[in-house]
T-cell receptor
Framework: GENVEQHPSTLSVQEGDSAVIKCTYSDSASNYFPWYKQELGKGPQLIIDIRSNVGEKKDQRIAVTLNKTAKHFSLHITETQPEDSAVYFCAASDYNFNKFYFGSGTKLNVKP | GAVVSQHPSRVICKSGTSVKIECRSLDFQATTMFWYRQFPKQSLMLMATSNEGSKATYEQGVEKDKFLINHASLTLSTLTVTSAHPEDSSFYIC????????????FGQGTRLTVV
């Protein structure tokens, strides 16, 4: 089955700096890669996603890049704000979108 | 975006009792719902996938007789933890997928189960 690895496990940045979280996946059949933000005691919220036919997608301060050949994708947050502090999960989905395999999570701390 | 509501958000129960958690899609029909379990500071582990009107598909290692899943309608799936034990204490999260091929999955707010 699919194996998704995520790094780093924790990330501390100064407000205004950029943050990058990286994930790798193992199954070349995966073709949908969402990113979720989870705040303490709450369920994950989708923040951005990308499909395998696209190399990059941007939504305001958030961007995701995908390298299908190398099987890795990254989340980029620019101009970080304290409210960006949360745990971020990457995920990969199989061709039929039947299952989502999650990375281990990255705790992002944005210091004011 | 679409809304998935999970109830209750917190529940404390005694060992040996059963607890039911509801997952509702409020503004869309969910043909497929997923149940996850999350331990503190860990990732989400898929427990089972339920399709409306059919039996749930459980992941390897998940006891189907202990974690009963029912997806009786296009807007409601329930997870019942039977004969709960302290080791069942965890954060349970459901998600719902709209349509057959739509990729986006919407998550509920989670249920914190504590078994004492």
């Amino acid at each position: 089955g699919e194996n998704v690895e995520q790094h780093p496990s924790t990330l501390s940045v100064q407000e205004g700096d950029s943050a990058v979280i990286k994930c790798t996946y193992s199954d070349s059949a995966s073709n949908y890669f969402p990113w979720y933000k989870q705040e303490l005691g709450k369920g994950p919220q989708l923040i951005i996603d990308i499909r395998s036919n696209v190399g990059e997608k941007k939504d305001q301060r958030i961007a995701v890049t995908l390298n299908k050949t190398a099987k890795h994708f990254s989340l980029h947050i620019t101009e970080t704000q304290p409210e960006d502090s949360a745990v971020y999960f990457c995920a990969a989905s199989d061709y039929n979108f039947n299952k989502f395999y999650f990375g281990s999570g990255t705790k992002l701390n944005v210091k004011p | 975006g679409a809304v998935v509501s999970q109830h209750p958000s917190r529940v404390i129960c005694k060992s040996g009792t059963s607890v039911k958690i509801e997952c509702r899609s409020l503004d869309f029909q969910a043909t497929t719902m997923f149940w996850y379990r999350q331990f503190p500071k860990q990732s989400l582990m898929l427990m089972a996938t339920s399709n409306e009107g059919s039996k749930a598909t459980y992941e390897q290692g998940v006891e189907k007789d202990k974690f009963l899943i029912n997806h009786a309608s296009l807007t409601l799936s329930t997870l019942t933890v039977t004969s709960a034990h302290p080791e069942d204490s965890s954060f349970y999260i459901c998600s719902a997928r709209r349509g057959q091929r739509n990729t986006e999955a919407f998550f509920g707010q989670g249920t914190r189960l504590t078994v004492v």
